[in-house]
DNA sequence: CATGAATGAGACTTCATTCAT
DNA sequence: AATGAATGAAGTCTCATTCAT
């Protein structure tokens, strides 16, 4: 019971956070939606900093696991290789909606310590490497690697926003093509 | 010197809304920045929410004039319409770069009311109806416009904030691959 | 204890409204006085227009209370009546004198609402009811009710007031006089 | 016209005073009912303490110079007498309406300085000296003058109150029978 | 003289955090 | 361990007062 409290206390304030940002949620509105005392979540979590920081280390790891999962280390199929990565992070943005809105919603946020922000280049870094990688491959263009994460990570995050909005909704055709737009973006265009 | 205090509000109010977040964003802050009195908002502003609202119309209003200004109105072009949206787009980010990063981190607000709302959806709509146009002409792919959206405004918004993080230095090389990425990943892959 | 709190900011709140009016009064200051810390009076009171409203109402039942309170029903001797009823409302100025003059001083007030108000009246109607009786029975003299309560609910509410001040004693004999005069004012002069 | 906005300032601020109380009236309401800036009251008074108590130490000594206005000088008929400040009360109230109300509303005010305070006593005392005159001729019963002041003004009071809350119409009948209840409260019941 | 824009002290109120139960 | 009543620092906003025009 006790792991049973700090659980719904992350998922609470994750989804607040997400909803109303860390400046617009408030410690009892936390603690209303896990069902624990407004004091209790002070017994897991120093104080609402602490609290928002480990969230957003835990939610990154938690994607960054998500996109290792059963990576093809074959360096040779990169397309196979993005395919991966572009289903993974599906994968996580629909089984962890929440969280990916968490994360995008706090990814620049002032209120992020060293740690956090450290873990969330780690992550990125993950992106960055199969980048590179593709780049020497001269199979993805020749671009500043954040460029590209822009490219693609930017689609993606606004695409989910999206879908979370009710403005788009969510299928396996609209996420393939999306998918095949961002290696049509990315990638060198001679496949013919 | 009496629009000037206005002027100075808002342009201290766009800039830490940009960094701070709008909850994270107070009164006195803004008073500071501005080197007006704390109550001297408040001779221009009802209160926090029509401040924060008034200059999120404000800045869409001036981001959607500066993408009409100019836009060729032959529909054959489509791929020229597209390199003046794009550039559009990229001037505004850079003359006015505190105001697309206020737009973008507050248009999921929930402080938005729905006269801000309904003005942002006119904005996108303009975007929205070229795209339509271009898959009438068979020149864009045929996806959701909204899914197009993601693609060229989320990798364009995610593009700047790296930017103005300064993980990516602007460059007119840069600006042009992106472009081109975005084209090649919402139009038909036809041309050659 | 809980109950303790309310009670004390009650009754720091009555005393103070009394003493410097509504808009007089700060919530600090009430908070002082029924020593809690300012943020716990709106644990108890939704804000400071409740509280003085809230406040208002209870204190104008007990006084009713008070008056109704073994209130002879015979409706034949209504000296008698009268008798009980001044003598009531001079128990309640006696052990409720701040209640007493919070209710004078913010019967008229700009903040009562609605229900206050409503409350206030059906106090006042009590009396009426008396005068209406008494008139019926061609013992009291034939005015509008209003205008006799002006008489000795006027009386009374100076008088007090003077007491408050200092400017007179509250004697037995005094209060019987005042009594007696308020009395022959609205009895029929015939009794001998 | 300068004094025009003197008068101006004093009338509004006696209306709103009144209506809201001291302390629930701001400097800029004033202004706005006087048709003056902000800044020309501190052109006349200097400031908001000092313009209350030169307001009701004016309404005072004009009330104090009405009651006195034509006074019977023949100690003889103190009925007589008593008629003459009775109508006189009356006239003010009916002449100068918001003027009793700012008064009776302020004379007990936390505001009202040393000067207010004496002011407001005079006044009083030329009631009591009345009375006294009328306790030396076994006319008025044997009462603390302010115990007696407590029936006449006290239902004075109360009356125009009610009267300019609409809940009573002023007649010249309802007035006569006023004042003879009062005169019966207060006067030994010889009279037959 | 008259104004009203500007100010900042201080009001009401919220909320992160503590602590007695 | 869990709670939620209590707190007071800090936020939003008002308003008496000043001063440049």
Redesign the interface.
Same mark, same amino acid.
């Given at each position: 019971m006790a792991q049973n409290k700090r659980e719904a206390i992350l998922k609470a304030a994750m989804e607040l956070f997400g909803?109303?940002?860390?400046?617009?949620t408030t410690m009892p509105m936390i603690a209303d939606r896990a069902k624990v005392g407004a004091g209790t979540i002070y017994r897991y979590f120093e104080n609402k900093e602490t609290l928002v920081n480990l969230l957003f280390q835990d939610c990154v790891v938690t994607f960054s696991e998500v996109l290792q999962h059963g990576l093809p280390q074959n360096n040779q199929d990169l397309q196979e290789q993005f395919h991966h990565l572009f289903s993974r992070m599906v994968e996580f943005a629909r089984n962890k909606a929440s969280a990916l809105n968490f994360i995008d919603?706090h990814a620049? /946020?002032?209120?992020l310590d060293d740690t956090s922000k450290s873990i969330f280049n780690d992550f990125m870094d993950h992106i960055r490497s199969y980048l590179e990688n593709g780049k020497k491959y001269n199979i993805i263009?020749d671009?500043?690697s954040?460029?590209l994460?822009?490219?693609v990570?930017?689609?993606?995050?606004?695409?989910y926003?999206?879908i979370r909005?009710g403005?788009?909704k969510e299928t396996p055709e609209?996420l393939q093509?999306?998918e095949e737009?961002?290696w049509?973006?990315?990638s060198k /265009?001679s496949e013919n």
């Amino acid at each position: 019971m006790a792991q049973n409290k700090r659980e719904a206390i992350l998922k609470a304030a994750m989804e607040l956070f997400g909803e109303l940002g860390y400046d617009g949620t408030t410690m009892p509105m936390i603690a209303d939606r896990a069902k624990v005392g407004a004091g209790t979540i002070y017994r897991y979590f120093e104080n609402k900093e602490t609290l928002v920081n480990l969230l957003f280390q835990d939610c990154v790891v938690t994607f960054s696991e998500v996109l290792q999962h059963g990576l093809p280390q074959n360096n040779q199929d990169l397309q196979e290789q993005f395919h991966h990565l572009f289903s993974r992070m599906v994968e996580f943005a629909r089984n962890k909606a929440s969280a990916l809105n968490f994360i995008d919603s706090h990814a620049n /946020s002032h209120i992020l310590d060293d740690t956090s922000k450290s873990i969330f280049n780690d992550f990125m870094d993950h992106i960055r490497s199969y980048l590179e990688n593709g780049k020497k491959y001269n199979i993805i263009i020749d671009m500043p690697s954040d460029a590209l994460i822009s490219i693609v990570y930017g689609a993606f995050s606004y695409l989910y926003r999206l879908i979370r909005n009710g403005q788009l909704k969510e299928t396996p055709e609209l996420l393939q093509n999306v998918e095949e737009c961002c290696w049509k973006a990315i990638s060198k /265009s001679s496949e013919n």
